[in-house]
């Protein structure tokens, strides 16, 4: 039999490649673009910046990250992993209660946590797999009506049913917790302190990392994808790390503010870890599976996959990881609003993984950091932008909820958008 | 070709095998031997029962959720009751499915490894069990590219399958069955429906190599001359009864035609029109219809006025695509003329208000708005599209209720719906009575021509000919010219003046109704051309 026919796509020009890339990328371009216009305006010194997204981008991108594995599984944004928030502060305000600091508190944080994450992702994934094709919505309205129950467990059965003595917690009538809670001189930089470096110095470290991964993927590829070595790609990024090295190390020359930013290593630590895992997991039979189910339940179906089974795990493991990143979340803030915090995080998250160019069936690493990156940089100059254009302080402060909804928004309609633009493509090549 | 074999070892035996859905029988008295390394054809009609018995063989849900079937299944000398796909598969038994049960976003060796990837213990699988062990890509790759070595394919492993030709995805099927140690029993069903000529005949001698090697094969098709080419025996199924089982030799083309269509039944036919002079009401050319799995791939065709033209073809062929694509429900490409008036394609009000009118196949889906009565069902068309049983008053409009509910009471009583009133909702009514309100829908618009497709599906014996009386009568009484779209060739032939068959998206040929059964199974195989050797012209 003959059968030499080689499937290769049409070669495209430049043009052609840089125009397929924008439209492919549109969401994540048109963020870069407005936090640009955005930083110009604001009027802040570029260190600032810089410090003030560093410990956003700590605090933040657990969380997010924790979004990647339902996605994974064909369930769309999770947006159910407020009720894995709630658990990590039910479990902080009952470790605050009783007065344990620091590390130890921490640790009897997550133990606390996890089952209490676990029983309620299972419940989770026992409604999603009920209501498929609904996931994100369902999640929503769960979120919401978790909350109900949080309120009333945490704003009346609190000093009434649960005796719970202690007045800074509680509120003067002595049932109900109070709005805020502050977790100085408890958990506040628990994780944070442990181990701090100067950002010039973490960042080299970072720097060197990305030069070591693009060297050694440059020469032996991506074997497992069929990713052939020497990719032009991995060049680029190996110059980008030296690029970002001398200028750190120009940095370090002068007496700029930069100098003064530390990073918070063990947190950064822990955030690699969950990179690491969820690479390591899509290479695992779980890992795969969790695609198949993703991309064809039925397929998965006949080839004897529990999907049910494994939509389950995707939803589990998304609560759990989501109680850590809050507890993550909140020991930075050092402060949070009882009944706000959790439901706020799920939006957020949500919002920075779409910026980074995930869509609903697709969510990478890169995707959650780089959109972490970018959701806060316009969260931070955006308010002082508008109040600079517009010369008004409530501006700003309605541009920043415009970032926080509207960004869901508008990348949800931009990814639709685009999906639309490549499938008229699609068609007229055919 | 391992046509003698003279044990009497059959590698898997299906034996006296009935199905009942919902006190329906569909499926009654099949035996089916088969033996190691043989090609077994089973030919039938689309609804003869092949389907479900292949759905029985596999253990599929949807036949142990409607209370199992009859009969034994015995695969290598040994009974066994099979209740899930997987479980075929660990008995041997496996399929290359006519949709593909491919991943797109897959690479070939993830495909041909779905579910059964290699796997080598890591760090976390330690902890947590045999799931988190780590794929093993280069043994997979290694299994990937003996399987499609074996096929003489060559294209990289880890090629996405997404983007490759329909083709390759079937040859990838074939190799993720071959991929599978203890294969002893193939199914192929329809194979060739989605090939080209020579794709196809490389499938055929795929099939004969794989079958050298002691592999029995199941052939799923309608496409004769392919039988005749690689098949060892036949099993013909017609309406769920199994009528023959014939050695190749034994029979030919045309008696497997004349065995899948004919009908014991007594029929009447639609009488010959041998009148000549009549106008073209309605002239296509060209058309190409986007609809999936209805692809109509440019169709030229005359409707004449005043006739009932039946068109007919196996299910997947595109014949439901014609009426949906000149409705503007699918995007089409092509010319329609109405009277010598370019009907406007891609725009279902523009091709109502041109006088056609739909009675669609999805009744149910789009034919009807279920929790709204009958009579807003019956005028809601010819309200939005003629301004029909409206008042105006200035920019504001309001139903006509008087008018309307006479309208429908006319129509109640003309096509003898049954019903508790003009107010019933329609999701109450019978399958039978729900068409009906459709076909008075169409009529309330007075259209010049009237598209119906499958108006008898899933309502019972009695209904279909009242439904199918109804029809005639229109034809007769008003001249209306009638396009009817049916899978059922019977009633095709009991009421239609000309019968069109769709095969592959294109005309095969136009038949008078009293035309052979042998023509008119060739024809929905594909097959007339070929055997008969000459061209059919359309106004034959």
Redesign the interface.
Known sequence: MDANIRVTPPELSLVQKIKKSLVHNMVTVFFIILCVIGFYYSGLTFGFLINSIISRLVRNSFLVLALLLPVMAGMGLNFAIVLGAMCAQAAIIFVTHWGVVGMPGIGLTVILTTPLAMGLGYLTGKLFNKTKGQEMIGGLILGFFSNGIYQLIFLILIGSVIPFNNETLVLSSGVGLRTTIDLAGGMRYAIDDVWKLPFTMAGMAFGVATILHAVYRYIKGIPTLAQKPRQKKYLLSGATGVAFIAWLLYIRSGSSYINMITVPMLTVILIALMCIFTTYFARTKLGQDFRTVGQDRHIAGVSGIHSDNTRLTAMILSTVFASWGHLIFLQNLGTFSTYGSHEQIGFYSVAALLIGGASVTNAKISHALLGTFLFHTLFIVSPLAGRNLFGDAQLGEYFRVFVAYGVIGVSLVMHAWRKQIEGRRRLSQQ | MNTDHKNDHYVLDMRDIGKVYYGTRVLGGINLQLKPGEIHAVLGENGAGKSTLMNILFGMSVIHNTGGFEGQVVVDGEETFIT???EA?HKGIGMVHQEF???????IT?NIK????I?NP????RIAG??????D??AM?KDARKALDK?????????KVA???VS?MQ?VEIARELDKENLKVLVFDEPTAVLTETDAD?LL??MRMIASEGIAILFITHRLDEVKRVADRITVLRDGQHVATKNIEDTDVFEMANLMVGREIKMTTAEVDTSTDKKVKLEIKDLYVDMPGEVVKGISLDILDGEILGVGGLAGQGKIGLANGIMGLYESEGSVMLDGKEVILNNPEKALKQGLAFVSEDRRGIGLLLDTSIELNIVITAMQIQRQFLKQYGPLSQRENNRIRQHALKMIEELDIRCTGPQQITRRLSGGNQQKVCIARALTLNPKVLFVSEPTRGIDVGAKKLVLDTLVQLNKEHGMTIIMTSSELAELRMISHRIAIINEGKLEGILPPNASDVDFGLMMAGEYHKVKGREVKADE
Do not use: A, C, H, Q
């Not at chain 2, 049960?101 to 690479?107: D, E, K, N, R, T």
């Not at chain 2, 779905?114 to 990837?117: A, F, G, H, M």
């Not at chain 2, 890591?122 to 699988?125: Q, T």
């Open positions: 899930s796909p997987v598969m049960m491919l991943i797109p976003g897959y690479s993830e779905l579910n059964r990837e796997t890591g760090l976390l699988s045999k799931r988190l062990e780590i794929l890509f280069d790759n096929l003489g394919l060559n294209i990289e492993e880890w090629v983007g490759l030709p390759f040859f490389r001698e795929t």
